[in-house]
């Protein structure tokens, strides 16, 4: 397993005497560990993990749980709500009127 440059200057750095020195002592170090952590803020990443935009209609054609819930309708034609029963309920209660 590779560890990176940090933690392996971490565990050179580390000594029991940091632990009971000054707080400003203490403070310079973790700052000087930090900011040899994070060396260059403005270095790209693009070369290390490039961006990907990807539409929504990608992602779901990949995703395994969307096709299992989908898949196995294959192609509904759509409803025609004039012919359902629940229209059929409902019309009573929304008691329309034919236009005069």
């Known amino acids: 397993m590779m560890t990176s440059d940090c933690e392996n200057n971490f565990d050179e750095n580390f000594d029991v005497e940091n632990l009971s ?3 400003e002592d203490l403070v310079g170090t973790f700052d000087q560990k930090i900011s040899h952590c994070f060396k ?10 490039p961006i990907q935009v ?3 209609d990608e992602i779901m ?3 395994q749980i969307w096709w299992t819930l ?10 025609d709500f004039s012919k359902t029963q629940t229209r059929r309920l ?9 236009r005069k």
């Open 61 to 63: 054609s990949e995703s």
């Open 90 to 98: 409902q019309l009573p209660a929304l008691n329309l009127q034919p």
């Open 70 to 79: 989908t898949g196995n309708f294959g192609n509904m034609p759509p409803l």
């Open 54 to 56: 990807r539409s929504q």
């Open 40 to 49: 260059n803020l403005n270095e790209t990443t693009e070369e290390i993990a």
């Open 21 to 23: 020195g000054s707080l």
